[in-house]
């Protein structure tokens, strides 16, 4: 599938760059829906732990990733073989096992196509995750690369998960950084033509505007 005939915006970008927040906000100012991809590597790693599966049994993931029903509801529901996993999906278990879930190539393989056709079934969306601008929609109408400083990302993280000191988060984060940038396939990297936005000193409001502004300027271009 082409991109270019649909909106697309692609979002990429290290966990704490505010992603998730600013691509709702974007998505709402569009009217148009918005893909966590993040939480679609999350609800594997949720389905393989569930069944006591180890996550670096490739064979198995990748089955379990294939055969596993999931439902992105538009509200942020997630639904794993119809059980609600919205809120297990961001806890410490899934998050300490889903880099190297999100390492499997057939892992990635079946989500990215899944990723597709979410987004062919709407006309478009709002995508965000680490490989959207790369390799999802290379061609999408408008790529970004958001980043921040690490501290301002920890201090982020911190924020959203009380039960852990800003060092913890800080230690975890720099872990999956090293993960998700170094792995074999997709690492996380800033797409060809994506405009890199540091949003470090930024409200998500004057993200947002920036981006609206970008989008406003392409289609104009
Ligand atoms: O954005 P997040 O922290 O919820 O993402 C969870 C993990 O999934 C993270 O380790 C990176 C990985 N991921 C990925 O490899 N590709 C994506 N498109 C989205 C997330």
Do not use: C
């Not at 966990?15 to 906000?25: D, I, L, W």
């Not at 899944?114 to 680490?130: A, D, K």
Request: glycine share 8%.
């Amino acid at each position: 599938m082409d991109g270019s005939q649909l909106l697309v915006v692609a979002i990429d970008g290290p966990a704490g760059s505010g992603k998730s927040t600013v691509a709702r906000r974007l998505a709402q100012a569009l009217e148009v829906e918005y893909l966590d991809t993040g939480a679609m590597y999350r609800a594997v790693t949720f389905a393989v732990l569930s069944r006591g599966v180890e996550p670096t049994d490739d064979a198995l993931v990748a089955d379990i990733a294939r055969s596993m029903e999931l439902t992105m509801a538009a509200d942020g529901t997630v639904i794993v073989d119809g059980v609600d996993a919205t809120t297990q999906i961001r806890g410490p278990e899934v998050t300490r096992a889903v880099s190297t879930v999100a390492a499997n190539v057939e892992v990635r393989r079946e989500l990215v196509s899944r990723q597709r056709e979410w987004t062919r079934r709407r006309g478009g969306g709002v995508l965000e995750g680490r490989d959207i601008g790369t390799v999802v929609f290379p061609d999408a109408t408008l790529k970004i690369y958001l980043s921040a400083s690490p501290e301002v990302r920890a201090a982020r993280r911190a924020q959203e998960v009380t039960d852990l000191s800003y060092d913890a988060v800080a230690a975890d984060l720099a872990r999956r950084d090293a993960l998700d940038a170094g792995r074999q396939h997709d690492p996380l990297r800033r797409a060809d033509g994506a405009v890199e936005v540091d949003t470090s000193h930024l409200t998500i409001d004057e993200v947002v505007a920036l981006l609206v502004a970008e989008l406003d300027g392409s289609a104009n271009a």
